[in-house]
């Protein structure tokens, strides 16, 4: 095949740099590991290398156990009915593939053809498991990519870099108080730094300064007000304790920025699985990307909201921005109005006037 092959084992921090050297040699991809967020920031940076290298066609292959293993051998001799390269995403969703499945890998190995990137992801390996004999078949002529959970120095270097790359220059207290508080969930943390951006951020500024102080105020408000029961609610559709959440948050002050942040993001996030669904996806593979803990509500809402009126829906999430902002008529109407349009939209994504006549 031309191909020329190497061992390469790499850490996710270095697979950036990695495929910025352009190794289009390199066809074969195995994330191992049970941090989500590292997992699937790596999964999307493969992704993106391979549609930027012409694999603009893409199979997710969902392996559980009763997965048809043959899939993969045909999904890689399938020819594309554009010539196009093409990504197979296969998600190993047991602890290995198994006897068919390592065969099945191996036979591919054997052979991998030119046009097409194949990408897998399982959970960590772990015992005898690193060494069969298909990841050995993988290790020498692909890369393999283990994910571990950082330590806690890790994890504050981590935060460090994340807040720097989003413009935040944070004191040293200020990045240790949020390591202690998300307690090594780095989605949790990602999900605090963009808080503290659209809290903290000015128009005019070009960097962002963080303390300790600002860090306690926003991580404890989360917690202490609330705001993620909210996104809940919403999802499991319960119009009663929505607008008691509601009463409580307004009644405490927190930030209408934090309430809008919520439901944009939850807003978003439905709005991309219904088009996904409706493009022809499974329900396993949109649900495959939600954390575990929330899937079973995430699923109601994204049942609920399938035929929801989505234009109407992203407009009533710019006004808000907008009058959030200063803008539109809220000059004559203040905060109380933003409270309001924040109840309707809380109230439309769970399902109250939210589906078309």
Same mark, same amino acid.
């Given at each position: 095949m031309g191909r020329y092959y190497c061992l390469m084992r790499i850490n996710p921090d270095q697979l950036s740099s990695f495929l910025q050297q352009k190794r289009e040699n390199q066809g074969v991809f195995l994330l191992s590991g049970d941090e989500p967020y590292q997992l699937m920031e790596a999964a999307d940076t493969i992704r993106q290398f391979a549609k930027q290298q012409g694999f603009t066609e893409r199979d997710i292959l969902h392996a559980d156990g009763q997965f048809d293993w043959g899939s993969l051998l045909g999904s890689s001799n399938s020819l594309s009915l554009f010539s196009e390269r093409k990504l197979i995403d296969l998600r190993v969703e047991t602890k290995g593939p198994g006897k068919a499945g390592s065969q099945a890998i191996?036979?591919?190995?054997?052979?991998?053809?030119?046009?097409? /990137?194949?990408?897998?992801? !399982? @959970?960590?390996?772990?015992?005898? *498991?690193?060494?069969?004999?298909?990841?050995? *078949?993988?290790?020498?002529?692909?890369?393999?990519?283990?994910?571990?959970?950082?330590?806690? @120095?890790? +994890?504050?270097?981590? /935060?460090?870099?994340?807040?720097? =790359? %989003?413009?935040?220059?944070?004191?040293?207290?200020?990045?240790?108080?949020?390591? =202690?508080?998300?307690?090594?969930?780095?989605?949790?943390?990602?999900? =605090?730094?963009? %808080?503290?951006?659209?809290?903290?951020?000015?128009?005019?500024?070009?960097q962002i300064e963080i303390d300790e102080e600002q860090v306690l105020a926003a991580v404890s408000d989360s917690s202490r007000?609330?705001?993620?029961?909210?996104?809940?609610?919403?999802?499991?559709?319960?119009?009663?304790?929505?607008?008691?959440?509601?009463?409580?948050? %307004?009644?405490?002050?927190?930030?209408?920025?934090?309430?809008?942040?919520?439901?944009?993001?939850?807003?978003?996030?439905?709005?991309?699985?219904?088009?996904?669904?409706?493009?022809? !996806?499974?329900?396993?593979?949109?649900m495959n990307k939600v954390p575990r803990p929330r899937q079973k @509500?995430?699923?109601?809402?994204?049942?609920? !909201?399938?035929?929801?009126?989505?234009?109407?829906? /992203?407009?009533?999430?710019?006004?808000?921005?907008?009058?959030?902002?200063?803008?539109?008529? /809220? *000059? +004559?109407?203040?905060?109380?109005r933003v409270w309001l349009e924040l109840l309707e939209l809380a109230l439309t994504l769970a399902g109250n006037k939210a589906i078309k006549v």
């Open positions: 191996r036979d591919y190995m054997d052979n991998p053809p030119d046009d097409k /990137i194949l990408l897998i992801q !399982m @959970p960590k390996l772990v015992g005898n *498991a690193k060494n069969a004999a298909w990841v050995k *078949a993988i290790d020498k002529q692909g890369v393999v990519i283990q994910i571990w959970d950082l330590s806690a @120095p890790q +994890t504050m270097a981590w /935060i460090n870099k994340q807040m720097r =790359e %989003k413009g935040m220059r944070a004191t040293s207290d200020a990045v240790r108080l949020l390591t =202690e508080r998300v307690e090594g969930n780095l989605l949790a943390a990602a999900q =605090e730094i963009n %808080k503290l951006k659209l809290l903290y951020q000015k128009n005019d500024q070009d007000f609330s705001i993620f029961d909210l996104s809940n609610a919403v999802m499991l559709g319960d119009t009663r304790r929505i607008q008691h959440i509601h009463h409580n948050l %307004k009644e405490e002050g927190v930030p209408v920025q934090l309430i809008l942040w919520t439901l944009s993001d939850l807003s978003r996030q439905l709005y991309t699985a219904v088009h996904g669904l409706n493009s022809g !996806m499974q329900m396993s593979q949109v @509500p995430f699923q109601q809402a994204l049942q609920r !909201m399938q035929r929801a009126d989505w234009p109407h829906i /992203i407009k009533m999430n710019g006004n808000i921005d907008r009058l959030s902002k200063g803008q539109g008529d /809220i *000059a +004559t109407k203040g905060l109380t």
